[in-house]
């Protein structure tokens, strides 16, 4: 009885492995006759089809993740983007630690055939990470060419610093860049949300940036989006739990991103010529905003014309509000920085009251005050200048704004007039 079981067993497995091959090779005629159709129940039947496979050809790949991504790029035909912790042997080398292997952590990528395409290794380790992992031994720069462009790919902290990220795009011409995170949330800039950063990264590169982030609520670890040169065309933002969520969007494939970034932007000129460039010595009052010394000034009436500087950087603010209920804050620092030798920022910041130590409280997420006009520009001596907007409750997707970068001015124009604002900031990092 047992040896009757037990040969049924291997022929149904051998059944199943058969079919796994053979569906390679109907794929297909099945997407074409089938998916495509706009039947319900033949797409109904093709999915079901779809996901009996991915059951039995993937739940035998065990513990051996990167066998289960592999399978289901092979067997849904798309590119599959992982985060792993990979262990290398290294005995007898150097600097090989005591337990005899590298662990580093690392992007993984296969292709429609379910073949690895690109490996990548964090070059810049965050905090924990440095007791735990190890850096690679040179600096890597990691792209793939598709029919859908060119992905470059790095890690979480790793997009605070220049490389490998500028040189991806300066010296490797990427149209989208690839970005799993666990990232800690902060309001206005620096460790600003991952829907920040992707849009500021984004619009100043030229690229689209697909962030994918580990929704943690006791790090405040919450946001991912799909962000174009223009928009953020999906985004999640979810301060309570989830499950997780599906991002997908419509991209195009940026024109010669290495060109764009080299172009100075036509400014509207009757939209900035009430600014000047040289410096007042007003006195400004010192606000510590996410640990930094801020030179601020307080926004007074419903429109005017502020600036505030901080050593070199000068940040000036054109703005017409709907309401002087609430009070805003226009903030300017130049200095170092936990990430960068020198960090400079310009920052419009929304508080909770009054009290200007209230500015950057964590429950700081709604505001009621949109701003018909609202300029915002900077003269910065870093060249890379990241800007981002950020609607109440973390509006992002349909806030319409554009940014400017002629020299080293830069301008962030808002062309939203009803949608109350949060933060407006340029972080300009190298």
């Known amino acids: 009885m047992f040896k009757w079981l037990a040969r049924m067993f291997f022929s149904f497995y051998s059944y199943i492995t058969r079919l796994c091959s053979l569906y390679t090779s109907i794929k297909r005629v099945l997407t074409s006759s089938v998916c495509s159709n706009s039947d319900i129940k033949d797409v109904t039947l093709c999915h079901w089809l779809r996901a009996v496979l991915l059951s039995f050809c993937c739940h035998n790949a065990g513990r051996e993740g990167q066998q289960g991504l592999a399978c289901i790029a092979k067997i849904l035909n798309m590119y599959v983007a992982g985060n792993i912790i990979e262990e290398r042997p290294c005995k007898g080398q150097d600097s ?3 337990d005899g292997h590298y662990q580093y952590n690392t992007n993984v990528i296969y292709n429609k055939t379910g073949c690895l395409v690109a490996r990548y290794r964090k070059a810049h380790l965050y905090e924990k990470e440095l007791l735990r992992l190890d850096k690679p031994p040179t600096q890597e720069y990691v792209y793939f060419d598709t029919e859908y462009g060119r992905f470059g790919t790095e890690i979480c902290f790793d997009i605070t610093f220049k490389q490998p990220g500028v040189d991806l795009v300066e010296k490797y011409g990427i149209d989208h860049l690839v970005f799993p995170t666990y990232w800690p949330n902060d309001l206005g800039f620096l460790f600003a949300n991952m829907v920040q950063w992707s849009s500021g990264w984004a619009r100043r ?3 689209n940036f697909l962030a994918a982030n580990v929704h943690n609520m006791s790090r405040y670890s919450y946001g991912s989006a799909i962000s174009s040169p223009n928009a953020v065309l999906n985004s999640t933002y979810i301060t309570g739990p989830s499950a997780g969520t599906l991002l997908t969007a419509d991209l195009d494939i940026p024109c010669a991103p290495k060109q764009k970034m080299l172009v100075q932007h036509d400014l509207p000129h009757n939209e900035v010529t009430n600014f000047q460039d040289q410096i007042t010595t007003s006195v400004y009052q010192v606000v510590k905003l996410a640990g930094f010394l801020f030179n601020t000034t307080v926004l007074t009436g419903e429109k005017g014309l502020l600036e505030v500087t901080s050593e070199q950087l000068l940040c000036q603010l054109s703005f017409e509000r709907s309401t ?15 990430f960068s030798t020198h960090i400079e920022v310009c920052l419009l910041q929304k508080c909770l009251n009054p009290d200007p130590s209230s500015c950057n409280n964590r429950d700081n997420e709604w505001s ?5 006009k609202l300029i915002l520009r900077g003269r910065f001596r870093h060249n ?12 992002y997707t349909e806030i319409d ?27 300009g990092v190298w």
């Open 368 to 372: 009621r005050t949109s701003f018909p």
């Open 205 to 207: 590169m030229g690229v």
């Open 324 to 338: 002087t209920n609430e009070t805003f804050l226009l903030a300017a620092y130049s200095g170092p920085s936990l």
């Open 96 to 98: 090989c630690p005591c």
């Open 384 to 395: 890379y200048v990241l800007p981002s907007i950020t609607g109440s409750f973390y509006q």
């Open 401 to 427: 704004w554009d940014f400017h970068h002629v020299k080293d001015r830069n301008y962030i124009i808002s062309k939203d007039k009803t949608t109350p604002m949060l933060t407006v900031s340029m972080l």
